[in-house]
């Protein structure tokens, strides 16, 4: 299988001091000093010692049910919606959200593995209603939908495991000043270094992660379900249950692949052949890596990470490239396909070398430009390992020639990989990940 050099690709290499020294002083300047997500609304306590104690991680029992979840929303979604609805990122008033569909109306995808009582939501599951209507009143929608796919339920005629529920919020304004009040809150906690002014935790005394660091035992402030209890009207929509259920019949089960599995078609080759495994997603695997790292190395990442999806308004946005079966989201910041990543050396690398270097690096920013039709992208690689804090941060702008090829180089891969019987037929990795890749012995190329 012959290779395909990127580096004849790359035209020019730019290295970008004006973007880099404005980057750094939009981190250095951001305010709030903490960025706030719904999810963190949802469990104030919780929030502020996933902060605090960010080595505290879930058990692996626990971690592997989350990834179940995340590989059911993203096969779901894909079944009956179309990539440009999935996974909106929304942000107001210093708040962050994902919402897992938006086309009309905001709708959440759940999973659980305890029946839900149809009869009740609002009391067997607020922080979901909690959830949407912190959504609709982020982009002004006054109804929303909860999906709820129920792993465990008996197997009957007459028993779905699906669930739809529609939710009206009519005073979406009093949404927004709870969401304010708890963001402030959690805010004050996180500078002061005090979390006793917060809510109890719901999970308190069901087996919390930080039941060891926590302080609910002395907490005098109750929970509170406040946003739940401004919901108006909660249904069980049966007939767009119906609908979604016939969807997914419809939808014929395909391997959908995502850009990097182009970039490295052996792992992917691999992996496509334990689907019956659960496999951490790629960000949850980048984010327990994150914890060997010094809190300063991981704060950065993460607020560089921030900064490349949201961004100022109108400046970071993601745009969804499909070629089926490939589809997938491409980082846009500042109008160019950009890409982060943090390199292992402990000095730098030359300009002129960067794509001999870091190929994989620059196969994935070209295939980004050559899928959405860009002559130039943007690389930032963070150096964890250089001491001196000025050269840690490096931001290039790298043009590709000839982006027909680079894109027909894209395609070929992905029809190699959809007929692959072997990985022998496929593109190597490159060659420092043998060392280090599970599949090596299979491969033949440890």
């Known amino acids: 299988m012959s290779d395909f050099d990127i580096a004849s690709y790359v035209s ?52 592997q049910l989350m990834w179940a979840g995340t590989g059911f929303h993203k096969t779901f ?4 919606s179309s990539e440009e609805y999935l996974e909106q990122f929304v942000e107001a ?22 029946p839900v009582d149809t009869k009740d939501l609002l009391k067997y599951r607020p922080t979901y209603i909690e959830q949407l209507g912190m959504y609709c009143a982020m982009v002004n929608a006054h109804e929303g939908e909860i999906i709820i796919y129920q792993r465990r339920v008996e197997e009957s005629p007459s028993t779905s495991p699906l669930v739809v529920y529609h939710v009206s919020f009519p005073d979406l304004k009093a949404i927004r000043e709870e969401m304010r009040r708890r963001r ?30 926590c302080d609910c035992a002395t907490t005098s402030v109750p929970a509170s379900q406040e946003i739940a209890e401004l919901a108006g009207e909660i249904c069980v929509d049966s007939t767009t249950c119906e609908q979604l259920l016939s969807k997914m019949a419809e939808a014929q089960p395909s391997q959908l692949f995502g850009i990097n599995d182009i970039v490295f078609p052996r792992k992917a080759y691999f992996e496509r052949l334990k689907l019956q495994e659960i496999a951490p997603s790629e960000e949850v695997k980048e984010e327990k890596k994150q914890y060997l790292r010094s809190m300063d190395e991981r704060g950065f990442l993460n607020a560089l990470r921030d900064s490349l999806r949201y961004g100022a308004p109108g400046e970071a946005q993601r745009i969804p490239v499909k070629h089926a079966p490939l589809i997938d989201l491409v980082q846009i910041w500042q109008n160019l396909p950009t890409i982060l990543r943090d390199p292992k050396f402990s000095s730098l690398v030359e300009r002129e070398r960067l794509p001999r270097a870091f190929p994989h690096y620059f196969l994935r920013l070209g295939f980004d430009c050559a899928l959405t039709e860009n002559t130039k992208g943007r690389l930032l690689l963070y150096y964890v390992k250089v001491p001196k804090e000025d050269a840690k941060l490096m931001v290039y702008d790298v043009n ?44 033949g190329e440890g």
């Open 184 to 213: 402030d809150l959690l805010v004050q906690a996180l500078i002061d270094n005090d979390p006793s002014d917060l809510p109890v935790c719901p999970w308190f005394n069901k087996q919390c992660d930080y039941s060891q660091v």
């Open 400 to 443: 590709f020639r000839n982006l027909n090829a680079v894109k027909a180089e894209a395609l070929r891969r992905l029809e190699l990989l959809e007929k692959a019987t072997s990985p022998l037929q496929l593109p190597k990795c490159p060659s420092w990940m043998c060392s280090y890749c599970d599949y090596r012995l299979e491969c």
């Open 12 to 63: 020019r290499i730019e290295a970008n001091r004006s973007v880099k020294e404005a980057l750094m002083q939009s981190l250095k300047t951001r305010r709030p000093p903490y960025r706030i997500s719904v999810t963190d609304l949802l469990n104030l306590k919780q929030a502020y010692f996933r902060r605090k104690y960010p080595e505290i991680v879930p058990p692996l029992e626990k971690q």
């Open 77 to 80: 979604g894909s079944a009956v």
């Open 93 to 114: 008033e210093g708040i962050v959200g994902k919402i897992d569909i938006y086309e009309k109306i905001p709708v959440e995808v759940k999973t659980t593995s305890t």
